[in-house]
């Protein structure tokens, strides 16, 4: 069982880590939506770069690894260069 101070700790940190790792995800599931319904469009585009802003402002914060981060990230890229040559 953890300590006191430990599970206070830990409770602070996900109040912190849960809302910055929502809006990433929230991000990258609508990115890849539109990357599925349009992959050319300007929108999609858009998507993607504030995905990627997330991504990279979680990493910045902690909330993400840093490898974690960019790992998502050139998966994105890789779906939306693999829909875009078909």
């Known amino acids: 069982?953890?300590?006191?101070?430990?599970?206070?700790?830990s409770k602070k940190n996900a109040n912190y880590n849960k809302p910055i790792a929502s809006t990433a995800k929230t991000l990258i599931r609508s990115a890849k939506e539109l990357i599925e319904k349009n992959?050319?469009?300007?929108?999609t585009k858009e998507k993607i770069k504030e995905a990627i802003s997330s991504l990279d402002k979680a990493s910045q914060k902690g909330v993400l690894h840093r490898n974690n981060a960019a790992r998502r990230?050139?998966?994105l890229i890789k779906k939306l260069s693999a829909?875009?040559?078909k």
Not at 1 to 9: A, I, Q, V
Not at 39 to 43: E, K, V
């Open 83 to 85: 829909v875009t040559k």
């Open 73 to 75: 990230k050139s998966r």
């Open 1 to 9: 069982m953890p300590s006191k101070k430990s599970l206070r700790t």
């Open 39 to 43: 992959p050319n469009s300007d929108a």
